[in-house]
């Protein structure tokens, strides 16, 4: 130990360097690809409506991703991110969490918000920025959120909820709480500043946050080994005295399973705990990104053998749990479910102007007031270049 | 002369740096093989290397230390900051790194020949998280130069002026116009001297100031203006740190108004400042208040975006109360 404090330091009396990668973690694998496990691997126990329940859920973030990138190609939608190739890394970490654990998330863990039971509806509402969005139309695309089912509501700065999320967990320790926190990001915001900061604070305070990191090879352009060298983001973890494990992200038996056991230990010993989750970003960053410009459809195409549904799908038939065929039919339902909901919201109204002011403070400041009234009076003059709010004027 | 876009005007002006002196390097989030999310930095890494145009982590600070520990030693690093809300994590190492290495240290050290870029502003449909016009908070501080270019031609000369800098320059650039602003630009080498105001339109009744994207906002409104009889003086400040008080006073002096235009909040914003300081130079030549048209004070939004903008109309609206006060 380094500590000064601890009397149990080893001492050697010959200089010898640790090197940089000398701690390997192993990764852990439950699910084969052909839906058998390996050899040794114990399955997690999960009931049935649960394991469809994730299931189900993973579907429905495929379904969802395919049909709003293809809104945002048509212009209906101005900004898209899916979660291709990274369904079971969210879901299965979800599902092995209390309803009421605080989701503290990054921008691509839809699946984590669909597990939680944030309704299609919900989802519309906010892609299309109308007045029944919950964050009242003020952020971009996929800025989700719902105090609700203990959500909170996404910030697009990098990293920025990691040493949150262990103020936050520490906070419900200290209300005796027995919940935890569990805070996502991808090994690009393990770059970030906050998150050293927030391991460091959770650690050294004890807070029970589990933080789940989604190691998916890229950071818009920028490949896994440009970001980081050493032993990927779980060493990280252990260098910050807290227990850590690396886990197979397309393998969502796998995620569950760890994630599960994070959240017991996370709670009988009020620490905090990593996961990473190694899996690959199939699709582009964003709909701003084409990653035809940094990597090859050869690499690409190796990846989407390993898919984290279809593993799982075969898992579910030999388990008897599943049926192929309903499973198709319930695909396609979904897909003209999505399409409905997506003609709903897009008829809905943008929110109305009081909202340009509300929620900068808990009531507007008088300068904000008077800024809304001159703007109020403005747009009465010009009508015809405010169409969303004119016709809307009390 | 060739016809650029602004990000080739500042693709080029990076090249030119490059090939001119050693000691100009790039890197930020994105910007090696990739180009940049924006592209500015495209094909570098291929002609210059990856020692001399790198990606980086994501780690905004440590892009500024790293440019910081860089310039120190002499080398003159232009590091991206992938847009100018993102700048924040990087703001202890900007504002009380970069900005105070040779006051505090007598000039033993300094950080001159940094150049931090960012793409700013709004216009984009990309809410409060891509949108942020930040220069007030950085002129706020003694130590760094803000720069903001309206087009291309400026891009590259106010660019390259900038990598020549004895001085740590934030530089930031509208993203609005990366693509939509095009025009003529020579291909050598050539600065634009830094601290200095464009009179881009001559005028007798009214001085209109604004900067970067703002610019052809400004100038929309001074058209309808114009259609009604009244002759506007336009000047793009260009410089927000140092900025050019004498070109705007004595333009006031002349038209005895002044509309001030900048994308960022009202409050605190650097109108603010210019207000100040041309009514004290001008007192006894104005003929009316100085009007600022800002954003509002609050965050800035997605889907009202319109209403929020310190559009053309808004502009037109205030020439017209300044002239008939």
């Known amino acids: 130990m380094t500590n000064p404090n601890n009397a149990t330091i080893t001492t050697v009396h010959t200089a010898e360097f640790t090197a940089g990668d000398a701690l390997k973690i192993p990764t852990l694998r439950i699910l084969r690809d052909d839906g058998s496990l390996y050899d040794g691997a114990t399955e997690p126990e999960l009931d049935k409506t649960t394991a469809l329940k994730m299931y189900d859920t993973m579907v429905f973030v495929r379904v969802l991703d395919e049909r709003m990138l293809a809104a945002q190609r048509q212009g209906r939608i101005s900004f898209y991110m899916q979660c291709l190739g990274e369904e079971a890394t969210t879901v299965g970490s979800a599902a092995a969490l209390d309803d009421k654990d605080m989701i503290m998330a990054q921008y691509r863990e839809q699946g984590a918000l669909r597990y939680r039971g944030f309704s299609l509806e919900q989802f519309m509402n906010q892609l299309f920025s109308n007045e029944k969005d919950l964050g009242k139309g003020r952020q971009m695309p996929v800025h989700y959120g719902s105090k609700d089912i203990h959500y909170m509501t996404i910030s697009s700065p990098l990293g920025t909820q990691i040493p949150q999320a262990s103020g936050y967990a520490y906070a419900q320790k200290l209300r005796g709480l027995k919940n935890t926190t569990i805070c996502y990001f991808g090994e690009g915001a393990a770059s970030e500043g906050d998150f050293h900061a927030g391991l460091n604070m959770a650690a050294v305070h004890k807070a029970p946050v589990i933080f789940f990191c989604r190691n998916n090879g890229y950071a818009i352009s920028t490949p896994a080994n440009e970001q980081f060298v050493g032993d990927g983001i779980a060493s990280r973890g252990v260098g910050y005295g807290m227990k850590a494990i690396r886990v197979d992200g397309t393998d969502i038996l796998a995620v569950y399973q760890a994630t599960k056991m994070a959240r017991d230990y996370a709670l009988e010993h009020n620490e905090p705990i990593l996961i990473e989750a190694m899996a690959y970003r199939l699709g582009a960053h964003s709909s701003s990104d084409d990653p035809s410009g940094y990597r090859s459809k050869e690499e690409e195409e190796k990846w989407r053998h390993n898919d984290p549904i279809s593993r799982y799908r075969l898992w579910l038939i030999a388990k008897g749990w599943l049926n192929e065929a309903e499973d198709k039919s319930t695909i396609d339902a979904l897909r003209s479910e999505i399409l409905e909901a997506l003609k709903v919201a897009e008829k809905v109204a943008k929110p109305g102007i009081e909202h340009l002011i509300s929620d900068v403070y808990k009531e507007p400041i008088p300068a904000l007031q008077q800024q809304l009234d001159e703007l109020k009076a403005h747009i009465r003059k010009y009508p015809d270049a405010y169409p969303i709010t004119a016709g809307r004027l009390d | ?325």
């Open chain 2, 1 to 325: 002369m060739a016809k650029m876009n602004m990000l080739q005007a500042i693709n080029n002006a990076l090249d030119l740096a490059m090939a001119k002196d050693d000691s100009v390097v790039c890197f930020g989030e994105d910007v090696g093989h990739f180009g940049g999310v924006f592209r500015a930095t495209s094909k570098l890494q291929e002609k210059y290397g990856k020692a001399r145009c790198f990606n980086t982590p994501l780690t905004e600070q440590g892009i500024a230390g790293f440019a910081n520990g860089m310039a120190a030693q002499g080398m003159k690093p232009v590091a991206e900051i992938q847009f100018a809300d993102y700048i924040f994590p990087a703001f202890d190492q900007i504002v009380n790194e970069t900005a105070k290495f040779r006051y505090r240290s007598g000039d033993e050290f300094n950080v001159g020949g940094l150049v931090l870029r960012s793409p700013y502003g709004g216009g984009i449909a990309g809410g409060h998280y891509h949108s942020q016009s930040p220069e007030a908070y950085f002129a706020h501080t003694p130590g760094l130069k803000v720069i903001i270019p309206r087009n291309p031609y400026q891009a590259k000369g106010l660019l390259l002026a900038s990598i020549a800098s004895p001085d740590p320059v934030i530089f930031f650039e509208p993203k609005k116009l990366y693509r939509a602003s095009t025009g003529e630009v020579p291909e050598e080498y050539y600065e634009i001297e830094l601290g200095k105001a464009e009179v881009t339109q001559q005028g007798k009744d009214i001085t209109v100031l604004a900067w970067g994207a703002q610019m052809e906002i400004v100038q929309k409104a001074v058209d309808m203006a114009a259609k009604e009889g009244i002759s506007c003086e336009v000047i793009d400040l260009r410089s927000i740190l140092p900025w050019d008080a004498e070109t705007v006073a004595q333009s006031v002096m002349k038209t005895g108004r002044l509309v001030i235009n900048h994308e960022a909040p009202l409050t605190g914003g650097f109108a603010g400042e210019i207000a100040a300081t041309i009514q004290k130079m001008c007192f006894l030549h104005l003929e009316s208040p100085i009007e600022r048209v800002c954003g509002l004070d609050t965050p800035y939004p997605l889907a009202l975006e319109k209403e929020y903008v310190a559009d053309h109309l808004k502009t037109y609206e205030a020439i017209k109360r300044a002239i008939n006060f």
